[in-house]
T-cell receptor
Framework: SQKIEQNSEALNIQEGKTATLTCNYT??????LQWYRQDPGRGPVFLLL?????KEKRKERLKVTFDTTLKQSLFHITASQPADSATYLC?????????????FGKGTKLSVIP | DTAVSQTPKYLVTQMGNDKSIKCEQN?????MYWYKQDSKKFLKIMFS???????INETVPNRFSPKSPDKAHLNLHINSLELGDSAVYFC????????????FGSGTQLSVL
C-alpha cells in the first residue's frame, strides 16, 4: 500500500542546533513534495515545495532536500529557536501532478528547548 | 483579511443531527478542499473540488457532501452525525488545477455527543 512516513512523532532539540526531520514514502513517484507547519489550534501553513528535478531548496533558515531514488525528503531548520516549535508535516500529491489529492504524513512535533 | 475562513469555529451537536460548515476563500483560487484531522492529529483528505471536477476520497461516508455555490465557497454538509465524526475539519484552497501550496482555514472543531 501507499505510505508517507515521518520518522518520529516527536523531536526535542536544543536552541541553536539544527533540527532534521525525515519524510519517507513508498509506491509513489511524486512530481513534487511539500512541507507545512502546524501550530496548536491552527491550520497547516505552507513552507516549501520541492520538485522532482530539484535536489535542494532553501528559504531563510529552512532547507529541504528531495531524493527520488531513496524516496526521501529531509527538512532542516538551522539555528533553531523556541518559536520554531510546532508540528511539521510533509505532503505528496498521490495521484500525480495535475490532480488534487494532497496527502499528508502524520507529522513530527518539534520542540526547541531554550 | 483572512484568506480562507470557516465558520463556525466550534460545533457541538447531538448524534443523528444534520449540520453544515461553511468555507470561503478570497484568494481567487480555483480548487478547494476539505480535510479531517482526527484525535491523533492525522490529516486526511476528504474532498477536492474545482469548477470541473469533484474528487471524493473513497473512505468518506456518503453522509458527507460538499456544496459549492460559487468558486469562492465550498461548504460541507454532514447528515446523521455519528460519534466518530468528532474531529477538526479544515477547509483549504489552491491556485489553478494542482495541489501546490495549499492555504488552510483555521479549522472547525466538531464534537458529536
Amino acid at each position: 500500500s501507499q505510505k508517507i512516513e515521518q520518522n518520529s512523532e516527536a523531536l526535542n532539540i536544543q536552541e541553536g542546533k539544527t533540527a532534521t526531520l525525515t519524510c519517507n514514502y513508498t509506491n509513489y513517484s511524486p512530481a513534487y513534495l511539500q512541507w507545512y507547519r502546524q501550530d496548536p489550534g491552527r491550520g497547516p501553513v505552507f513552507l516549501l515545495l520541492i520538485r522532482e528535478n530539484e535536489k535542494e531548496k532553501r528559504k531563510e533558515r529552512l532547507k529541504v532536500t528531495f531524493d527520488t531514488t531513496l524516496k526521501q525528503s529531509l527538512f532542516h531548520i538551522t539555528a533553531s529557536q523556541p518559536a520554531d516549535s510546532a508540528t511539521y508535516l510533509c505532503a505528496l500529491d498521490v495521484s500525480g501532478a495535475g490532480s488534487y489529492q494532497l496527502t499528508f504524513g502524520k507529522g513530527t512535533k518539534l520542540s526547541v528547548i531554550p | 483579511d483572512t484568506a480562507v475562513s470557516q465558520t463556525p469555529k466550534y460545533l457541538v451537536t447531538q448524534m443523528g443531527n444534520d449540520k453544515s460548515i461553511k468555507c470561503e476563500q478570497n484568494l481567487g483560487h480555483d480548487t478547494m478542499y476539505w480535510y479531517k484531522q482526527d484525535s491523533k492529529k492525522f490529516l486526511k483528505i476528504m474532498f477536492s473540488y474545482n469548477n470541473k471536477e469533484l474528487i471524493i476520497n473513497e473512505t468518506v461516508p456518503n453522509r458527507f457532501s460538499p456544496k459549492s455555490p460559487d468558486k469562492a465557497h465550498l461548504n460541507l454538509h454532514i447528515n446523521s452525525l455519528e460519534l466518530g465524526d468528532s474531529a477538526v475539519y479544515f477547509c483549504a484552497s489552491s491556485q489553478g488545477m494542482t495541489s501546490e501550496k495549499l492555504f488552510f482555514g483555521s479549522g472547525t472543531q466538531l464534537s458529536v455527543l
